[in-house]
Each structure stands twice: as C-alpha cells, then as structure tokens.
C-alpha cells in the first residue's frame, strides 16, 4: 500500500508471483524460510517452465476471473503481487483499487536507462558491464513506476555470452529478493524514488530467428559483441554461405582477434584460415573473428564442413526484415507486433 509517499505492507502473509522465473524455487524456499506463502498465477507459454512440483494457476488475462480467483483465496491488503516477466498488461485501475498498489516488479538493469524487454543481448551489445538489481512498483507505464531499492554489482571480466550474465544476474537476485522480502516482514516502509523520465530509454524484446541476422558491414568490435549477445542459452546470431546447401547457420562462440594482417571491407566474412578447431573470418577493419561453432539447423557443429575462402553473407532482405520485425510475447508465445 501507500501512503505518504512510502510503500508498506503492515502484515503480509502471502506472496503471489505473476509470470515464472529460472530461480522460482530460490525465491519460494526463501519464502517458506520467512513463513510466507506463496502462489503462482501463469500464462499458458509461461507455464511451460514452471517445474510440475510447483502449483500454479492459469490465467491469459487478469480479468474477472482472475480477479474473483485472488479475492477468494486471498487477503489482498496482506498479500505482495509480484511480477517474474508476467505477460500481462496490468490496468490502472487494477493495480490501484483492486491490487491496492501492492504490485512490483524486479528489473535487472538500470531504469530509467534500460527499460523494456531483449534483456542481456541488448546489454551486451552496447557492453553494458553493470549489474543492478532493482524492484519498483508497476503503474501503467512500461517500466515507469517508483523505485522502491536497488543494488548495484559488475559483471565479472568472464561473462560473455547472456547465459553467463544471466547466471550471474540470477545470483544476485536472490540474495536481494530476500533482503527485500525480509524488510517488507520487518514492516518497513520504502521511500519512493521517482524515475527520471529525460534519461529514459526503452528497447523491445528481441527474438534469436527472427532479428539475429548477422550484418558482416558491422564494424569488428560491433559484429563480435552482436554475434556474442545471440549465444547461449539461445540459437546463435544467423547468416549464409555463399557455396553449397547449407541453410542458416548459426554463429557461437566467436572471439574478437587482433593477431592478422589487416583487412578491408570487402574482405568481411571471408574464411582465412582454418585452424581445425577454430575458424579466422575477416572482418571489414583490423579484427578478425576466431570462430569455434558454425552450427547447421540440426545442431550440428559442421566447422570441419567449411574452407578457406568460403565467405558468410547475409542477403540484404533478411537483414532489412530483421530490424522491421518487432516481436512481442503473449500470453500463448510469441508473436508479432
């Protein structure tokens, strides 16, 4: 609830996550610990995720249904809503008279400077280094609401690729959740921080099949950190081949490489030189791309299939309908704005 410009909860008993989360476990074994209970109400496509030990419930929308669903079996000014990615678009005037305000979000990136959806591959690209763990209330804005804490950590020289941001990410949040978690029981009222709307910025969620064709025009630093922010846990940045019927491949585990001559644009995507477990591709400037994973659509690593002088090229088309497609995911999956 608020009041005063602080956030409060006087006597929570229970705790409800909208959405899933990789470390839902985490935070329902930290809730047991502080005898909270917990819920989960999920989307159909969310629910996919959640683990079958967990109880859940499934609504695509918060409507009546849902609403009378919370209000039977539950004391709302007694319980936090909390959002874990949910796929829904919360109303004002259920977040307000229904939810009472007792709805918040976990973020992990800097708002207002990070705000919306593609998470660490967008981070990655523009070589975000921070770590910042942060909860704020849900208002009817994307992201917009005041923040209640944050917490600020580095990510360590070692992450690479999301998967290596999100685990160390995951870490982090948990141990703040329960931070977080434990003031709310200790009743503490949180002042609100109002976001500062003129450094905002906002980017949406990405798809790895969709917007992930790589442009070998990039210059070096920009092609490597691009192909990087679409490696594990995803498919990998795609492009072609300009011999054979290979299909789309997908790049991993590509390392930026200052060791060979210099190149010229021209040169870009060209193999130079295969090194049996890696690839030496050129790129337009001083860099070159060591590559370690060329992989076909049966997942296969075929790096032993390809030669010197073979060069990787993206047809224009694809890379033009990779920045027009925007994708957003629903409550039934992804799709297509």
Same mark, same amino acid.
């Given at each position: 609830?608020?009041?005063?410009?602080?956030?409060?909860?006087?006597?929570?008993?229970?705790?409800? %996550?909208?959405?899933?989360?990789?470390?839902?476990? !985490?935070?329902?074994?930290?809730?047991?610990?502080?005898?909270?209970?917990?819920?989960?109400?999920?989307?159909?496509?969310?629910?996919?995720?959640?683990?079958?030990?967990?109880?859940?419930?499934?609504?695509?929308?918060?409507?009546?249904?849902?609403?009378?669903?919370?209000?039977?079996?539950?004391?709302?000014?007694?319980?936090?809503?909390?959002?874990?990615?949910?796929?829904y678009i919360f109303k004002k005037?259920? #977040?307000?008279?229904?939810?009472?305000?007792?709805?918040?979000?976990?973020?992990?990136?800097r708002l207002p400077l990070d705000?919306?959806?593609?998470?660490?591959?967008?981070? #990655?690209?523009?070589?975000?280094?921070?770590? !910042?763990?942060?909860?704020?209330?849900?208002?009817?804005?994307?992201?917009?609401? @005041?923040?209640?804490?944050?917490?600020?950590?580095?990510?360590?020289?070692?992450?690479?690729?999301?998967?290596?941001?999100?685990?160390?990410?995951?870490?982090?949040?948990?141990?703040?959740?329960?931070?977080?978690?434990?003031?709310?029981?200790?009743?503490?009222? %949180?002042?609100? %921080?109002?976001?500062?709307?003129?450094?905002?910025?906002?980017?949406?969620?990405?798809?790895?099949?969709?917007?992930?064709?790589?442009?070998?025009?990039?210059?070096?630093?920009?092609?490597?950190?691009?192909?990087?922010? %679409?490696?594990? @846990?995803?498919?990998?940045?795609?492009? *072609?081949?300009?011999?054979?019927?290979?299909?789309?491949?997908?790049?991993?585990?590509?390392?930026?490489?200052?060791?060979?001559?210099? !190149?010229? @644009?021209?040169?870009?995507?060209?193999?130079?030189?295969?090194? !049996?477990?890696?690839?030496?591709?050129?790129?337009?400037?001083?860099?070159?791309? *060591?590559?370690?994973?060329?992989?076909?659509?049966?997942?296969?690593?075929?790096?032993?299939?390809?030669?010197?002088? =073979?060069?990787?090229?993206? @047809?224009?088309? *694809?890379? =033009?309908?990779?920045?027009?497609?925007?994708?957003?995911?629903?409550?039934?999956?992804?799709?297509? *704005?």
């Amino acid at each position: 609830m608020i009041k005063n410009n602080k956030f409060y909860i006087t006597n929570i008993k229970n705790i409800i %996550f909208f959405g899933e989360s990789s470390v839902l476990k !985490n935070l329902i074994q930290i809730n047991n610990l502080l005898k909270i209970k917990t819920f989960i109400i999920t989307s159909t496509d969310q629910s996919k995720n959640i683990s079958k030990n967990i109880d859940f419930r499934i609504f695509n929308n918060i409507d009546k249904n849902c609403e009378k669903y919370i209000s039977n079996n539950f004391n709302i000014e007694q319980t936090l809503f909390i959002s874990l990615g949910a796929r829904y678009i919360f109303k004002k005037e259920t #977040i307000n008279n229904f939810l009472l305000n007792n709805l918040v979000n976990f973020h992990a990136s800097r708002l207002p400077l990070d705000a919306g959806g593609g998470g660490m591959s967008w981070r #990655i690209m523009s070589e975000d280094r921070i770590d !910042n763990q942060l909860v704020h209330l849900i208002n009817d804005k994307i992201d917009g609401g @005041p923040i209640l804490q944050t917490e600020k950590n580095i990510f360590p020289a070692s992450c690479r690729t999301p998967k290596d941001f999100y685990e160390f990410s995951a870490n982090n949040f948990v141990k703040f959740y329960k931070k977080f978690i434990t003031r709310i029981q200790n009743k503490e009222y %949180f002042d609100l %921080f109002n976001q500062v709307n003129y450094l905002g910025k906002y980017f949406p969620r990405i798809n790895t099949k969709i917007n992930g064709f790589i442009d070998w025009n990039l210059q070096s630093y920009d092609l490597a950190n691009f192909i990087n922010s %679409f490696d594990e @846990p995803y498919e990998g940045a795609s492009t *072609l081949l300009n011999r054979g019927n290979f299909g789309t491949l997908f790049i991993k585990s590509a390392h930026l490489h200052g060791g060979e001559v210099p !190149n010229h @644009p021209f040169m870009s995507g060209i193999i130079t030189r295969h090194d !049996n477990k890696w690839l030496v591709v050129s790129t337009k400037n001083r860099h070159s791309l *060591l590559i370690e994973k060329v992989i076909n659509s049966k997942g296969e690593n075929i790096i032993n299939n390809l030669k010197v002088g =073979d060069r990787f090229h993206t @047809p224009y088309k *694809l890379l =033009d309908s990779a920045k027009n497609t925007r994708v957003g995911y629903k409550s039934n999956g992804l799709s297509k *704005l």
